[in-house]
């Protein structure tokens, strides 16, 4: 059970009893227990206020995934001011660029981008934080404060999205669609999160799911959260093992090289019960390896693949365990109204591709100055607003969601509809491809399909693809080539980087 959403993320969270001197946060270098978290989060809301934030500034928090950037951003909740999370290592050009558009208050920097940042924030007020220690140069020492009062509804959260496709965008978001996540989430999954649970953050709070997931929907339900600020198979085990973490947020290449690790066994990994998955396709057989590896260390951990974008606040599909189909990115959560329509906004019949709309609390307010966008970011059906993520999906009889990519890739063979996500799924079959990629590539006017394979295959086992494909798969969608490529791009959530293999292999 939850409390009521239209308030701040700050007293969504507190709202939720929080047990005595239960962890709250900790990384390798320090912890904090609920009592020292909430002190130290006043603690720099006033030092904030001090400053000049009040409702409606914008505070700009430029750090890693460390102690700092979590209290900050509770910390700016509480003054009802808007954090505005960004890529710690972008370039000096980007984060000016950002700087411009938004025009923060305050900005939160670190050492990891004290040199390439400084000169480029335009008179906001700097606040230092130290990557290995704990504080904040530049802050003001103060007690008072005025905490925001409001219904949630006013902008909370700055998020840039850009995915595989498409400029940069900057997503609003309130804190009524991040407490409606946290709340929907905790609820379809029964509530079975408590004190109990340590969640281990390692995918970034500038993404809405190591946020807004990972920090803010584990908070609500007391779980402590565990916090990593790069991904490495080495650290991420040890971490696991030193805080018996149950919980985790990944993407399908992280799963994929924990796997390959040998010390990813035994006791150091019993304590995993629940590892969510998103940003990419996850595959049957990544799943039955996970099952395999738990298995033979006796733990009961499951993966769960799960879908959301930015504009709802990440989380709006997952798969319950047990519930797994391959393509599946299982079925809304509570609160979710998920729909799938044709080029005319009419839904579409079971087992029929169309693309697909959200609706419920969690949508975005919109993009940033950007109407245009915005406009066209939302359809109104029976006078019910839906923001439309870009994405085909088909459902089938047991309402399982099932993705088919974006519809910017979809590609066309003679007027039939080829969906490369389709491709890659059938291509991953096979045990010697990992990680591939379709796209489209045109010889005069007509369309061809060119599988891309990373690492190198030799030419029978090329053959041996396109083989399989033809076996499993109509002729319109086998390619007519396929190319190793030593090293897919990759995007800062560690997707592939689609739109950089088009226009290198797609011309």
């Given at each position: 059970m939850f409390f009521n959403i239209e308030q701040s993320m700050y007293d969504f969270m507190r709202a939720y009893h929080k047990k005595g001197d239960t962890l709250a946060v900790a990384r390798e270098s320090g912890r904090m227990n609920f009592p020292q978290f909430f002190r130290e989060v006043d603690r720099v809301a006033a030092g904030l206020y001090k400053l000049g934030v009040?409702?409606?500034?914008v505070v700009m928090l430029a750090l890693p995934n460390i102690i700092q950037s979590v209290v900050a951003t509770y910390a700016v909740s509480r003054l009802g001011a808007i954090a505005s999370m960004i890529h710690p290592l972008l370039s000096g050009d980007e984060y000016e660029s950002a700087v411009k558009k938004q025009s923060p208050k305050i900005v939160f920097l670190s050492d990891v981008n004290l040199k390439t940042f400084w000169g480029r924030c335009h008179g906001a007020k700097r606040i230092v934080c130290p990557y290995l220690g704990?504080?904040?140069?530049g802050l003001p020492r103060a007690k008072d404060f005025e905490a925001y009062q409001g219904d949630g509804?006013?902008?909370?959260?700055?998020?840039?999205?850009?995915?595989?496709?498409?400029?940069?965008?900057?997503?609003?978001l309130s804190s009524r669609a991040a407490n409606a996540m946290a709340g929907n989430l905790l609820n379809y999954l029964d509530d079975k999160f408590d004190d109990?649970?340590?969640m281990?953050?390692?995918?970034?709070?500038f993404h809405g799911f190591g946020l807004c997931v990972g920090v803010h929907a584990s908070l609500c339900a007391n779980m402590s959260v565990i916090l990593q600020s790069r991904f490495n198979v080495k650290k991420t085990t040890r971490l696991i093992s030193?805080?018996?973490v149950t919980t985790m947020l990944a993407v399908p290449r992280m799963i994929t090289k924990l796997l390959s690790y040998d010390k990813f066994s035994g006791d150091s990994i019993t304590s995993l019960q629940d590892v969510y998955v998103g940003g990419d396709s996850v595959s049957d057989a990544l799943v039955g390896d996970f099952a395999k590896r738990m298995e033979e260390c006796g733990g009961k951990g499951v993966l769960s693949p799960g879908y959301g974008l930015t504009e709802t606040?990440?989380?709006c599909t997952l798969?319950?365990?047990?519930?797994?189909?391959?393509?599946?990115?299982?079925t809304p959560i509570n609160g979710i109204d998920a729909r799938i329509v044709g080029e005319g906004a009419e839904e579409t019949p079971v087992g029929e591709v169309g693309e697909l709309l959200i609706g419920g609390a969690q949508l975005m307010e919109g993009y940033l100055e950007d109407d245009k966008r915005t406009s066209g970011a939302f359809e109104i059906i029976d006078g019910k607003k839906y923001v439309r993520t870009g994405d085909l999906f088909k459902t089938d009889e047991q309402g399982r969601l099932y993705f088919l990519g974006r519809k910017k890739r979809l590609i066309k063979i003679s007027g039939i509809n080829v969906f490369p996500s389709e491709i890659e799924s059938v291509a991953r079959e096979l045990n010697f491809v990992s990680e591939c990629a379709a796209v489209e590539y045109r010889v005069g006017d007509k369309p061809y399909i060119r599988l891309l394979v990373e690492g190198e295959i030799a030419a029978p086992r090329k053959k041996e693809i396109i083989a399989h494909i033809a076996r499993r798969m109509s002729h319109w969608n086998v390619p007519s080539e396929v190319v190793c490529v030593k090293e897919f791009p990759r995007t800062n959530m560690s997707k592939i980087d689609i739109k950089k293999l088009q226009e290198e292999f797609g011309r």
């Open positions: 009040r409702k409606g500034s704990y504080g904040y140069l509804s006013d902008p909370a959260l700055y998020m840039r999205s850009g995915g595989t496709f498409g400029a940069p965008k900057t997503v609003v109990k649970n340590r281990l953050v390692v995918l970034p709070m030193k805080y018996r606040v990440t989380v798969t319950k365990i047990g519930d797994f189909k391959e393509g599946s990115v299982g």
